[in-house]
Nanobody
Framework: QLVESGGGLVQPGGSLRLSCVVS????????LSWYRQAPGNDRDLVAY???????NYADAVKDRITISRNNAKNTVYLQMNSLKPEDTAVYYC?????WGQGTQVTVSS
């Protein structure tokens, strides 16, 4: 089971930190991803972190978003800075083919 949190309404230029808590004992062995889906759009990959901590980002968010993980807490984070209205979407984490329920991020003045 994956449970995301941390979404909300933020003004352009603001920041949010999303969290995804993963149930189970194999968290530290595998990579995790964050995706996002805006209304009418496909679900797109935002960021990925390997078991060893190597990260990869979509070009649209590179330099504004940081993915990290805390294996002791079975949690992956997505720190989002300098948010733009086009970042508005439901954000999902994905682990071993399982999706969380999503958390809404709305960037608006």
């Amino acid at each position: 089971q994956l449970v995301e949190s941390g979404g909300g309404l933020v003004q352009p230029g603001g920041s949010l930190r999303l969290s995804c808590v993963v149930s189970g004992s194999v968290f530290e062995l595998y990579g995790l991803s964050w995706y996002r889906q805006a209304p009418g759009n496909d679900r797109d990959l935002v960021a990925y972190i390997t078991a060893g901590g190597t990260t990869n980002y979509a070009d649209a968010v590179k330099d504004r978003i940081t993915i990290s993980r805390n294996n002791a807490k079975n949690t992956v984070y997505l720190q989002m800075n300098s948010l733009k209205p086009e970042d508005t979407a439901v954000y999902y984490c994905k682990f071993l083919g399982t999706w969380g329920q999503g958390t809404q991020v709305t960037v608006s003045s």
